[in-house]
Each structure stands twice: as C-alpha cells, then as structure tokens.
C-alpha cells in the first residue's frame, strides 16, 4: 500500500545537517509511528514519502524553503532587562518558550544580555538549515 494522506505510518529515521551532525535518529528507538496529515510534518518531509511502500529506503536533502525556512531577522527581539524573568538569569544560549499574541508558544534563544538588555531570537532552532534524511518506511495501514 502507498502512502497518501490519511495512511497511518511507521517509520526508521536518521536527520544530519550538511556538516555529518546528526540532529535526530530513531536508532537504537522504536520506529516514528504518526498518520499523513497535511501540517503534521515539515512539508518537504511530507512530500518525500507520499507514494512510498513498506520496505522503501530513501536519502534525499531538504532546503530550508522545504524545512524550516530562512532565518528572518525581524524575529530577533529586544527586551529590557527588567521585563525579563530574574530567574533563572537569562545567559546567552538559553532556551525558552515565548507567547505570540495568539497565544502559541514558541521556541526562543537568548543571543545577548547586558544590563538593560536581553536580546532573544525566536526563529526556529532550525532555521535557515538544509536537512538531510535516509529513511526506511517499516509498515503503511
């Protein structure tokens, strides 16, 4: 049975950046099991396994465009110190979870701290980067 939208999916995975750095694997883990829904997925992930069997392999690369997207800038963000949290103290490097105005939460960085400044960037960690992927499809329902 091929993959379309709607099949439920188990699935072996490895993730690397351009650089060999593996950023997620399901080795030495149960398979990825999840059902084909359109934004359940990064889209060029999505795309890579409709029509695929059980038993496929495949390797293919994604452009930031098909993952993550590019970094944007304007997502960098300045706060005074003193609307940030005192603790923990923010250091560059932290990660956090920040609110839109919607409510979602969102993954967020410290890049910069001074005294009156914490600078923070909530692009996705991801951002910006070209994925790589080999991936095994184990079962399709």
């Known amino acids: 049975m091929a993959i379309e939208e709607g099949s439920k999916i ?3 995975y490895t993730g690397t950046l351009d650089d060999g750095v593996v950023f997620d694997s399901t080795e030495g883990k149960s398979p990825m099991k999840f059902e084909m ?8 992930f999505y795309d890579a396994l409709i029509g695929m069997n059980s038993g496929d392999e495949k390797t293919f690369r994604l452009e930031p465009k098909d993952a993550y997207g590019e ?3 304007r997502l960098l963000d300045e706060i ?5 949290p005192k603790d923990p103290v923010p250091e560059p490097g932290m990660m956090f979870y920040g609110e839109t ?3 979602q939460r ?5 890049v910069k701290v001074t005294d009156e400044i914490v600078t923070i960037d909530m692009n996705h960690p991801m951002a910006g ?4 992927f080999t991936i095994k499809v184990v079962d399709v329902e």
């Open 10 to 12: 188990s699935l072996e």
């Open 37 to 44: 829904k359109p934004g359940s997925l990064i889209k060029g």
């Open 71 to 73: 970094r944007d800038d």
């Open 80 to 84: 005074p110190r003193d609307k940030f």
């Open 101 to 103: 105005e919607t409510g």
């Open 106 to 110: 969102i993954p967020t960085l410290v």
């Open 129 to 132: 980067k070209a994925l790589n």
